[in-house]
């Protein structure tokens, strides 16, 4: 005859199996809780940083070449072959602008317009933008120092230029709409 200890210990077990069936049956019985909105009740994340926005260029730097000369080419994709343009302080800037896209200039001309330091270029290309008769040269162009032709295809225009001294002076591209993507910096240093 079992101990009344034993007795005891396996009527708990029984007890413990009833349970642990029940609950596994009664899991196994309900539906599938209800999609839980796990991405809705999870606690609000720390705000991520804003993702940087896009360059407006090739984020690239070009500097005169042996002969002093700054190269830059406009893209049908609506882009500078570089964002940023380093010259020497006090030196006369000497700029080729090349059109080096295929589309025809008056779906994708191009131009490069220089800015008096801190000047916004933003501005400056919505009002060039309805400067049709005049290339997308404003008349009212005070913030300017100097500027290209509007290039078709292939074409190209080189200017020279003085800036005042050290600084950030902002370019663009003023045909209407590619400022957006067309603008960049020469730093005079
Ligand atoms: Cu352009």
């Not at 006090?90 to 602008?97: I, S």
């Not at 080096?100 to 330091?117: I, Q, R, S, T, Y």
Request: with cysteine; charged share 20%.
């Amino acid at each position: 005859m079992p101990s009344r200890d034993a007795t005891n210990r396996l009527s708990a077990l029984v007890f413990l199996s009833a349970l642990l069936a029940l609950g596994c049956g009664d899991k196994a019985a309900q539906p599938a809780p209800a999609a839980a909105p796990a991405a809705e009740t999870k606690p609000a994340e720390p705000a991520a940083p804003a993702p940087a926005p896009a360059p407006p260029a090739a984020d690239v730097t070009v500097q005169p070449d042996a002969a002093g000369v700054v190269h830059l080419t406009g893209s049908d994709q609506m882009r500078y072959s570089a964002s940023r343009i380093e010259v020497k302080v006090g030196q006369k800037v000497k700029l080729e602008m090349k059109n080096a896209g295929a589309l025809p200039k008056e779906a994708m001309g191009h131009d490069l317009v220089v800015l008096k330091a801190g000047s916004d270029p933003m501005a400056f290309g919505a009002k060039a933008a309805t400067a049709k008769a005049t290339d997308y040269i404003p008349a009212d162009a005070a913030e300017m120092i100097a500027h290209t032709k509007l290039l078709g295809p292939g074409e190209s225009d080189t200017i020279e230029f003085d800036l005042p001294g050290a600084g950030t002076y902002p370019f663009l591209c003023t045909f209407p709409g590619h400022v957006a993507l067309m603008k960049g910096v020469i730093v005079a240093q």
